[in-house]
């Protein structure tokens, strides 16, 4: 799906929405129509690995719907005068996906994390959001390739899969999976379900509002701090230009 009013970043179309309008002229007519639906939630790293590997670029730009996940995203934007409209995170938006399963009793399916956590997940699912239907649940340790738990979540027929295996991971896994399915929405979400559980705490709202969530994120987890690297290279690629 492309809109018009999408903003490229190093060859990925970033949606220009804020995060109500996908949910109201977008996200919920699609799953009212049953559309199938790919969502990836891209930061810079996303962006400097799809930069670095081709196939992992063509997988992303698949999805029918690249939300700008990451506060480098908006300020990249904001230097090529392309400016977006707010910064979507991928944590808020799995939120408000699981409040309109829950009010509208729909299908889910919850896969990646370790075991304990993705069993954590669906005791949380279940105590803050009755209403849903889970039909399905798996850990993230396993073959990408098992045929049996494709199989498994084709079965169900989820109207929406929440999938937990890391960048690039649950991307290519999603991207494969897709033909299976007639309906659906599906998206990564990285490690939203540790972020659920309580195994690992989220910034508090001040530092979120400060757009400081990625250096709160260090603090706490200090072996973040490679990977912080690529965010600084991607910022100077495009103050200098170099994003081609």
Partial sequence: MQNNHDVSIMDIKFINMTKQELLDQILIPRIEREEKTF?????????????ENKQFKETIQSADIIVP???GIIKAAKIKKQPLKERIAG???????LKYANMNGLAC???????????KVINVIKSKYPQINIVGHHHGFFDL?????KEEVAEAKPDFVFVALGMMKQEQWISEQLPRHKKGVFIGIGGSF?????EVKRAPQKWIDLNLEWLYRIIKQPFRFKRILKVFWFMIL??????K
């Fill in 194 to 198: 540790d972020t659920l559980t309580g």
């Fill in 109 to 119: 399916y919850f896969l990646g994390a370790s075991k304990l956590v993705n069993e």
């Fill in 238 to 243: 495009i103050v200098l230009g170099k994003d």
């Fill in 69 to 71: 996940d990451g506060i």
């Fill in 39 to 51: 969502i990836v939630t891209a930061n810079p790293e996303f962006v400097m690995h799809a930069r």
């Fill in 91 to 97: 944590y808020e938006l799995m939120l408000d996906l």
């Fill in 145 to 149: 390739h098992d045929p049996k738990i």
